[in-house]
């Protein structure tokens, strides 16, 4: 079960799937670090890792390029591992992103803000069954990201909550009919 970039065509607008995600421009060289490792586990081409690190180091030092390759590498070594399905990547340099892309640059943004409970529940949403070692590869990688000046935005908590909070509405109109209440005031 490998990583799999497709190309422009497959993703054009209108066309199989609607548009999931806009990820703002600075967003996407982050984003675009898995997508070309997909490039790489496909075809095993060191040059794909070469020219990664190369398109990194624009923005940051050679080492801080290397780590974040080796470490982002590894994470998608272990998502492919611990998930049923691979992670739905889009095309490099693009805008548009998939669920699962948001979900992966989720679970690295909650980790920059140290809010380590919700970088578990994003793993749970990307349906990782063992998360701890790739919360803290993720974690691993955010620091890296942050040494070389990047920021990473923290997700919205409510997109990833398990039980979704219920309103007194919701919870009173439960109550209403409910077979208990109607037996208290059935007279």
Known sequence: MGL????????????????????????VPIIDIFRALGDFEEH?????????????????????AKGIVSDALLLAFGLRRERSQPIAYRPVQSRRGSLDEY??????????????????????SL??????PLVSLAFDIARRL???????EAPDPRLFRSKVDRTTVEVSREAMMSQDLKLNFDF
């Open 44 to 64: 095993y081409d060191i040059g794909a890792l070469d020219t990664l690190e190369d398109r990194l180091t624009r923005r940051m030092s050679r080492d801080l």
């Open 103 to 124: 979900r992966l640059l989720a679970l690295m943004g909650a980790t920059y803000w140290h809010d380590f409970v919700l970088a578990s529940e994003v793993a749970a």
């Open 146 to 152: 942050e040494a070389a000046g990047l920021k990473l």
């Open 4 to 27: 799999s970039n497709r190309s422009h065509q497959d993703f054009a607008i209108g066309k199989d799937e609607p548009i999931a995600v806009l990820f703002a421009p600075e967003t």
């Open 127 to 132: 349906e990782i069954n063992h998360p701890q």
